[in-house]
T-cell receptor, first 114, second 112 residues
């Protein structure tokens, strides 16, 4: 079974450009999480969905960030406009609905904003 | 509010030595606790998890952790380190299976 799939794996863009990160969760999982990893702040939750509905977006930095989950097999995280401080590794993770189930992480997208 | 503190951002051991990575948590209710490992340029992989069953949890690659409520700790151990254990290790807590709150991570170095 394929794991969590993220694309692109690497993204280099210039300040002010729009960036879209994509995630395909594991089939049958109904919770999806977006995390960001930086040297300064470590791993932090941005937003998570349950059954395609956003449950907690308190970690989304500001209005420049938005996330959608139009169906159970696809989610996007968009940054518009991007800034150098958005440079980080963005991880997507998914899990089944049972509370004790494991979150499975994708390989991450390394974003560099110049 | 929940939180996780990992003591020691960097731990160095010799091959064959005991590995001990420390994690303390704060939670107002019984938590679920996790240890993840991250190899360079890769995602996070679950090592083991505590979900209120047995307090001594065995994971992959010979790692285990013991949940101690009185000490609010969930330290990760491995009796004998291997070169391939060199990686970054993250302790995390969640409330009722929601999002994970991670510690800052501990980088484990293993020397021959």
């Amino acid at each position: 079974d394929a794991g969590v799939i993220q694309s692109p794996r690497h993204e280099v863009t210039e300040m002010g450009q729009e960036v879209t990160l994509r995630c395909k969760p594991i089939s049958g999982h109904n919770s999806l999480f977006w995390y960001r990893q930086t040297m300064m702040r470590g791993l932090e939750l941005l937003i998570y969905f349950n059954n395609n509905v956003p449950i907690d977006d308190s970690g989304m930095p500001e209005d420049r960030f938005s996330a959608k989950m139009p169906n159970a097999s696809f989610s996007t995280l968009k940054i518009q406009p991007s800034e150098p401080r958005d440079s980080a590794v963005y991880f997507c993770a998914s899990k089944k609905g049972v509370s004790t189930d494991t979150q499975y992480f994708g390989p991450g997208t390394r974003l560099t904003v110049l | 509010a929940q939180s996780v503190t990992q003591l020691g951002s960097h731990v160095s051991v010799s091959e064959g030595a005991l590995v001990l990575l420390r994690c303390n948590y704060s939670s107002s209710v019984p938590p679920y606790l996790f240890w993840y490992v991250q190899y360079p340029n890769q995602g996070l992989q679950l090592l083991l998890k505590y979900t209120s069953a047995a307090t001594l949890v065995k994971g992959i690659n010979g790692f285990e952790a013991e949940f101690k409520k009185s000490e609010t700790s969930f330290h990760l151990t491995k009796p004998s380190a291997h070169m391939s254990d060199a990686a970054e290790y993250f302790c995390a807590v969640s409330l009722a299976g929601t999002a994970l709150i991670f510690g800052k991570g501990t980088t484990l170095s293993v020397s021959s």
